[in-house]
């Protein structure tokens, strides 16, 4: 039986070598993947200002102020001013960029569908087991 620690570190691993080959199927010419993170991350979560925008993906005020003005540039985000703060604006994706994330993620889907149709069927049963699994240690 493998230790904790020996299968922490192999699921670690594994999930940074399956992320960096899913992001290489999205649409060469697309969004960055900081650019694909913050849409996400308003799309997902809702309308943010650009300070907790910041907070939320884990980077400076300033780098987040660029990502934002390229989506902005691009339509794919919506700056309205804070219904509070004068100083303050609320960001949220548009129609055209939650249309882009659907995009990249059918493209994602698409490629991961092929990979899972080439597994035998045990195969198939054993990952949908350790998809729940990694869910359910994700929500802990």
């Known amino acids: 039986m493998a230790s904790s620690e020996r299968v922490a570190t192999a699921l670690r691993d594994a999930i940074c070598r399956f992320n960096r080959r899913l992001r290489?199927?999205?649409?060469?010419?697309?969004?960055?993947?900081?650019?694909?993170?913050?849409?996400?991350?308003?799309?997902?979560?809702?309308?943010?200002?650009?300070?907790?925008?910041?907070?939320?993906?884990?980077?400076?005020?300033?780098?987040?102020?660029?990502?934002?003005?390229?989506?902005?540039?691009?339509?794919?985000?919506q700056r309205t001013p804070h219904p509070t703060d004068g100083r303050q604006v609320i960001l949220s994706a548009t129609a055209s960029g939650r249309e882009v994330l659907a995009r990249n993620g059918e493209a994602r889907d698409a490629w991961l569908g092929r990979q899972i149709a080439a597994l035998a069927a045990d195969e198939r049963e054993t990952l949908w087991r350790a998809v729940q699994i990694v869910d359910r240690i994700a929500r802990a």
Do not use: F, I, N, Y
Not at 26 to 43: F, H, K, M, W, Y
């Open 24 to 77: 290489q199927t999205r649409p060469v010419g697309d969004l960055t993947q900081s650019q694909l993170s913050a849409l996400t991350t308003l799309d997902l979560g809702g309308a943010l200002t650009p300070r907790e925008l910041a907070e939320t993906e884990r980077v400076t005020p300033p780098s987040m102020s660029k990502t934002v003005s390229k989506l902005a540039e691009r339509g794919l985000v």
